[in-house]
């Protein structure tokens, strides 16, 4: 506690302001007496101090890396914030779609009528992108984060997004967990309570490496699919019609073509009343000249955006067209499930 | 004293001393849209700026211990009840960076931003301070240029080697782009009322822009900072944008001898021009970004 105060001092004998604050010749306030003069006590470091306190005091941004679950309101108000969120096990590609997105906005590449609108999480991107911004040693954060602050090494979150399509204003949030989530989830069902966001999700997107599905493991990657799409349906129960998209990486080496055990992945979902959407997609392509960069990326966030299924890479509707024509699955206060 | 303000902002050598210098030559003689309203409280740092630029010559860097602030009382040449204050704030160029990564300004710094401030941001074409954005190339190499570790693996190195923290620049686009968010949160904070406020995008160094470059300042905008271009397009209903091109000697005496001789048998104060990029034409009155972001 401070020792500064300020006191009326007069220079009338006899006038006791100082101590009662009460004007000696009547005056309705001391300020408006001749005599008397407001003065400052306490020690001169303290005052300085406290006003070094004021100056310093200015205003905290966002920490531009990455939103925890609290943060995530200070998007959601104003405008429709979709939730997607990103599954796939370690180096299955989800940073590279995520990094693959902002520069295609950051550098004005996104389709006709998509431009760039604001970001809180321009610096997380940019460290992504410069692999400055790694999972470190040691065990893995085991929870989302609620708040991040600018001393934090990456924490699970969520990047932000803002984009404009035509006139419309679409606001992304991107989670950006470390994939072993996603294997955890497979192998452990306790794991899945970290995962509940997906619940009021407006879309999922589950990225599968394309070249592991047509190597020599591709029927080990079938069985962890299958049963990460049981997770889904069975221990965290999102909704069946809630944007799908099974999203296959690193596309542009292998050829553009569906690997062929992608037919029992897709086969599953649909038996477990999913609607996959699947998407080839190179988001930096190794060969730009056949195969631009970021073919698939945008497919993926619009076929979200939009909640409703389009037919260029498979045509499901067909099996069930009951369960395909819902809006996406509203935001709702994001809080209200911790 | 009227409470409205212009607040001049650019990071490093991006020309805002010099857009400064050149337009108070105007201010003080009278000959712009915009004038004097009596004598700023400090002159000096003016003029010394705007005597090198008399001279032919670009005034220096301005020194980081040399922090001068420049409140200069202004009013509209033509409607003298028109009245603000243009004010360079007492940082240098490298500050605008250290807020940003900070991501937190000062009490001075807040007090600036009120619903009547209006911004001019200076870029300055080929400028080495400027971070160009990210490109496939760089990322690619980065993400796909080696096979990945195993998650081991690269844990094992990674603790082992600390990553040494590497000092990275952001993108100059980047970094303009998120103070201009500052700049809103801040507004809106304090004035949840639609509060619009004016920002300029002032491209320095006009003259060093390829021969073939057919288009305006926006049109360099958004080439070379497309992040910030679409910025400007997609938040015009919370900010009001016009885009500026400047050139103090319409060349370049330091690099160009032969130019700095020519200059040298011409009068500076009629060298160098604005461009507009409402209309694109250029006008020899450097306080024309100033009115206009006084909606003068």
């Given at each position: 506690?401070?020792?500064?105060?300020?006191?009326?001092?007069?220079?009338?004998?006899?006038?006791?302001?100082?101590?009662?604050?009460?004007?000696?010749?009547?005056?309705?306030?001391?300020?408006?007496?001749?005599?008397?003069?407001?003065?400052?006590?306490?020690?001169?470091?303290?005052?300085?101090?406290?006003?070094?306190?004021?100056?310093?005091?200015?205003?905290?941004?966002?920490?531009?890396?990455?939103?925890?679950?609290?943060?995530?309101?200070?998007?959601?108000?104003?405008?429709?914030?979709?939730?997607?969120?990103?599954?796939?096990?370690?180096?299955?590609?989800?940073?590279?779609?995520?990094?693959?997105?902002?520069?295609?906005?950051?550098?004005?590449?996104?389709?006709?009528?998509?431009?760039?609108?604001?970001?809180?999480?321009?610096?997380?991107?940019?460290?992504?992108?410069?692999?400055?911004?790694?999972?470190?040693?040691?065990?893995?954060?085991?929870?989302?984060?609620?708040?991040?602050?600018?001393?934090?090494?990456?924490?699970?979150?969520?990047?932000?997004?803002?984009?404009?399509?035509?006139?419309?204003?679409?606001?992304?949030?991107?989670?950006?967990?470390?994939?072993?989530?996603?294997?955890?989830?497979?192998?452990?069902?306790?794991?899945?309570?970290?995962?509940?966001?997906?619940?009021?999700?407006?879309?999922?997107?589950?990225?599968?490496?394309?070249?592991?599905?047509?190597?020599?493991?591709?029927?080990?990657?079938?069985?962890?699919?299958?049963?990460?799409?049981?997770?889904?349906?069975?221990?965290?129960?999102?909704?069946?019609?809630?944007?799908?998209?099974?999203?296959?990486?690193?596309?542009?080496?292998?050829?553009?073509?569906?690997?062929?055990?992608?037919?029992?992945?897709?086969?599953?979902?649909?038996?477990?009343?999913?609607?996959?959407?699947?998407?080839?997609?190179?988001?930096?392509?190794?060969?730009?000249?056949?195969?631009?960069?970021?073919?698939?990326?945008?497919?993926?966030?619009?076929?979200?955006?939009?909640?409703?299924?389009?037919?260029?890479?498979?045509?499901?509707?067909?099996?069930?067209?009951?369960?395909?024509?819902?809006?996406?699955?509203?935001?709702?206060?994001?809080?209200?499930?911790? | 004293?009227?409470?409205?303000?212009?607040?001049?902002?650019?990071?490093?050598?991006?020309?805002?001393?010099?857009?400064?210098?050149?337009?108070?030559?105007?201010?003080?003689?009278?000959?712009?849209?915009?004038?004097?309203?009596?004598?700023?409280?400090?002159?000096?740092?003016?003029?010394?700026?705007?005597?090198?630029?008399?001279?032919?010559?670009?005034?220096?860097?301005?020194?980081?211990?040399?922090?001068?602030?420049?409140?200069?009382?202004?009013?509209?040449?033509?409607?003298?009840?028109?009245?603000?204050?243009?004010?360079?704030?007492?940082?240098?160029?490298?500050?605008?960076?250290?807020?940003?990564?900070?991501?937190?300004?000062?009490?001075?710094?807040?007090?600036?931003?009120?619903?009547?401030?209006?911004?001019?941001?200076?870029?300055r074409v080929n400028s080495p301070q400027t971070i160009a954005p990210l490109d496939w190339i760089a990322c690619h190499k980065l993400y796909c240029g080696t096979p990945a570790p195993t998650p081991a693996a690269d844990r094992q190195a990674s603790e082992s080697a600390k990553i040494v923290e590497k000092k990275v620049e952001t993108p100059t686009q980047v970094v303009l782009v998120d103070w201009l968010q500052f700049i809103l949160k801040a507004v809106h904070d304090k004035h949840p009322q639609a509060v619009r406020p004016r920002v300029g995008i002032v491209v320095t160094a006009w003259d060093c822009v390829a021969i073939d470059f057919q288009g305006g300042p926006s049109e360099w905008v958004k080439e070379n900072m497309p992040l910030l271009h679409q910025f400007c397009i997609t938040n015009e209903e919370v900010f009001e944008f016009s885009f500026f091109g400047t050139s103090i000697f319409s060349g370049d005496p330091i690099n160009d001898l032969e130019f700095k001789e020519e200059i040298s048998q011409k009068d500076p104060r009629k060298l160098g021009y604005i461009r507009h990029?409402?209309?694109?034409?250029?006008?020899?009155?450097?306080?024309?970004?100033?009115?206009?972001?006084?909606?003068?």
């Open positions: 506690m401070s020792s500064v105060a300020q006191k009326f001092v007069c220079s009338k004998a006899d006038c006791t302001v100082a101590t009662t604050g009460t004007c000696l010749l009547g005056k309705p306030t001391p300020q408006e007496c001749e005599y008397c003069r407001l003065i400052v006590t306490g020690q001169p470091e303290e005052r300085e101090s406290e006003k070094t306190q004021t100056l310093q005091d200015g205003r905290t941004f966002h920490t531009g890396s990455e939103l925890g679950t609290s943060d995530m309101l200070q998007v959601s108000s104003g405008s429709y914030t979709h939730i997607v969120g990103l599954m796939g096990s370690y180096n299955a590609g989800k940073t590279c779609f995520l990094l693959s997105l902002y520069l295609m906005a950051s550098r004005q590449l996104l389709p006709k009528g998509y431009l760039f609108r604001r970001s809180l999480t321009l610096q997380g991107f940019e460290d992504r992108a410069r692999k400055l911004r790694e999972w470190r040693g040691g065990p893995l954060p085991q929870e989302l984060a609620d708040h991040t602050s600018l001393a934090d090494e990456r924490r699970p979150g969520f990047l932000h997004l803002g984009i404009a399509k035509n006139e419309e204003r679409i606001d992304l949030l991107l989670s950006d967990l470390p994939g072993e989530w996603t294997t955890s989830l497979i192998n452990r069902a306790e794991t899945a309570k970290r995962w509940e966001f997906l619940k009021r999700a407006d879309g999922i997107i589950v990225v599968l490496d394309g070249v592991e599905l047509i190597g020599n493991n591709r029927f080990v990657h079938v069985t962890d699919a299958k049963h990460l799409l049981h997770r889904l349906k069975d221990t965290l129960r999102i909704p069946i019609d809630i944007p799908f998209v099974i999203l296959v990486s690193k596309a542009d080496e292998i050829q553009m073509e569906e690997p062929a055990v992608l037919g029992e992945i897709k086969q599953s979902a649909v038996e477990l009343g999913l609607a996959p959407k699947v998407i080839l997609c190179a988001s930096f392509s190794r060969k730009p000249d056949v195969v631009p960069n970021g073919v698939g990326v945008v497919d993926a966030v619009e076929h979200i955006i939009t909640g409703t299924l389009r037919k260029p890479y498979i045509n499901w509707e067909d099996l069930r067209p009951d369960r395909y024509n819902t809006a996406p699955t509203p935001f709702r206060l994001f809080k209200t499930l911790r | 004293m009227s409470n409205r303000a212009v607040l001049l902002i650019g990071g490093p050598e991006t020309g805002k001393s010099n857009f400064l210098f050149r337009a108070w030559t105007h201010i003080d003689s009278s000959n712009g849209l915009v004038e004097k309203d009596g004598l700023p409280p400090d002159v000096e740092y003016l003029q010394s700026g705007a005597e090198c630029q008399l001279r032919g010559e670009f005034a220096g860097h301005t020194s980081q211990e040399v922090q001068m602030i420049s409140n200069i009382p202004i009013r509209l040449r033509s409607d003298f009840h028109k009245k603000a204050l243009l004010v360079v704030p007492d940082i240098d160029g490298e500050q605008i960076n250290r807020i940003y990564h900070a991501r937190k300004w000062s009490y001075d710094w807040e007090s600036l931003i009120t619903e009547s401030t209006a911004y001019l941001f200076f870029v990029s409402s209309d694109n034409r250029e006008s020899d009155d450097f306080t024309i970004p100033i009115a206009w972001a006084l909606d003068w």
